[in-house]
């Protein structure tokens, strides 16, 4: 779920006919949080007989975690517990400014470009939550005030780092035209080691002790769907280190 939204747990209290009211450990602490700037307290309440439904909210907004609730009753305390996950809310409205319309992989590897910056002090000296590397680095829709689907499955995957990162480590993206495509077509096809010129890429990667960029095409994020000149190329493409000596080449395929 996210800040914005109103969850459920249920929970089955016996005997049936006893009425009661529900108290929850775990809502003020998170399990996890990773880089985030702040972490929501959970408010949860319930009372009544046999089933008992109860509206879950998290607050404040914006803020994240993952919180591992377990509820009691009359004494007595249930065996399973309910996990909640709480990405940050900037990297859905971000996904969703981005990759509106494009497919999971799309909205996922964007994702995942940014998990890449966290700690890296050579290109994002500083960057360690979502908050402070999204503005000003990509576009984000402050309107998307809930969890939309499938919006909020594919940040969660990402904060919570339950999925591997298949961008090969990269930290940077754009969306070519489609007359930019194709000189990174030559170049993946001529396996060139010179970086082609006229791409469109954001220079994310300075050529810095022998280092320098490295173009990354992702088949699976599909094509763009923003047609005029982006019509036919990929989506986005995605930019990383390489070594710039030996025979690295300039732009690979990397398979997910």
Not at 21 to 47: C, D, E, K, Q, R
Not at 48 to 70: C, E, F, L, R, W
Not at 207 to 235: E, K, N
């Amino acid at each position: 779920m996210s800040t914005g939204d109103t969850g459920k747990i249920t929970v089955t209290v016996t005997p049936p006919g006893v009425a009661e009211t529900l108290s929850f450990a775990g809502t003020s602490s998170p399990t996890s949080n990773p880089n985030s700037s702040g972490a929501v307290t959970l408010t949860i309440s319930g009372s009544g007989s046999g089933t008992i439904t109860s509206s879950v909210t998290a607050s404040p907004t914006g803020n994240s975690g993952v919180y591992k609730v377990t509820a009691s009753a009359g004494g007595a305390t249930s065996t399973n517990s309910t996990t909640i996950y709480i990405p940050p809310q900037i990297l859905i409205q971000m996904m969703y400014a981005e990759a509106n319309g494009q497919n999971d992989s799309c909205r996922e590897a964007l994702g995942l470009a940014f998990r890449n910056r966290m700690g890296n002090s050579t290109y994002w000296p500083g960057v360690t939550t979502y908050q402070g590397a999204i503005p000003g680095q990509a576009s984000y829709n402050t309107s998307i005030t809930t969890g939309v689907q499938n919006y909020l499955n594919d940040s969660v995957a990402v904060w919570s780092s339950s999925l591997a990162d298949y961008t090969g480590g990269s930290g940077c993206f754009w969306s070519p035209t489609y007359a930019q495509w194709q000189t990174v077509q030559s170049a993946l096809s001529s396996g060139t080691t010179t970086f082609p010129a006229n791409v469109g890429d954001p220079g994310c990667y300075k050529t810095v002790s022998g280092y320098g960029p490295q173009i990354v095409y992702l088949s699976s994020v599909g094509t763009s769907t923003r047609g005029g000149t982006y019509a036919g190329a990929p989506a986005f493409l995605f930019e990383r280190k390489r070594a710039t000596t030996g025979s690295v080449p300039a732009a690979v395929v990397q398979l997910n």
